[in-house]
């Protein structure tokens, strides 16, 4: 009986995604029938070998790519169905991305940075201040708002890049080794910080070969042979 309880819907669900590329001979299948379930507030990470498929599986769950086969919905909107315009504006709305291809603007100083990724998430203007100033605190960067990102290390960058990330406070957050570039206490600390976000009811979803992270995560998926396995 579910009598009184929330019943979530899922913030992302796959079913039976299969994704290939190219074709005859140069055709590899990286995805062979993914099916996997992200509820609200959920913590999941992906590991795997490199090549294993944890990027194009985090591509297709933030619309940057479609599946070949199965389906993929989130936010409880398809993918497909969604069509280029619909998936830019989810992508710009719900989803925060940490990836080395959302890399920051480099014209732009740190504080722009992210105040363009609130921007481009229609966050009013009048909570940019506010937005920016606790997001760059969070991830230990407030001192430096306004240095180019060529005038910071590539672990400030992933720092900003993380800041730029959840300033908006997206439903979904996507992270492709967010702390590839940190060293085990500023990991640790991002850690702290997505887990604070996650208690705020923000869905995360990340890949990772840090043992750190790994130790203490809730739900752990190793991407093997184009599936997922516990
Ligand atoms: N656009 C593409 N065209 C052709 N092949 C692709 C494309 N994108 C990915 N692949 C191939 O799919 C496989 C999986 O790549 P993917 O980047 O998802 O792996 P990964 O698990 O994230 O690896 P890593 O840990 O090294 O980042 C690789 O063999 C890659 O060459």
Known sequence: ??????????????????????????????????????????????RGRSGSGKTTLLNIMGGLDLPSEGSAVVDGQPLKALGDKGRTKLRQRQIGFVFQSYALHPLLSVK???????????????????????????????????HRPYELSGGEQQRVAIAKAVAPSPKLLL????????????????????????????????TTHDQTMLEVADNVYEMADGRLGK
């Open 1 to 46: 009986m579910e009598t009184g309880s929330i019943v979530e819907s899922p913030i992302v669900q796959l079913s039976g995604v299969e994704k290939s590329f190219g074709a005859g001979a140069a055709r590899v299948e990286v995805l062979k029938g993914i099916d996997l379930t992200l509820t609200a507030g959920s913590l999941v990470m992906l």
């Open 112 to 146: 722009e940075n992210v105040e363009l990724g609130l921007r481009m998430a229609g966050t009013p203007s009048g909570l940019w201040e506010e937005r920016i100033n606790l997001c760059l605190e969070l991830v230990g960067m407030a001192k430096r708002p306004l």
């Open 175 to 206: 992270a492709d080794e967010p702390t590839a570039e940190l060293d085990t206490g500023m990991s640790k600390r991002i850690l702290a910080l997505f887990r604070q976000l996650q208690g705020d009811g923000m869905t995360i979803c990340m």
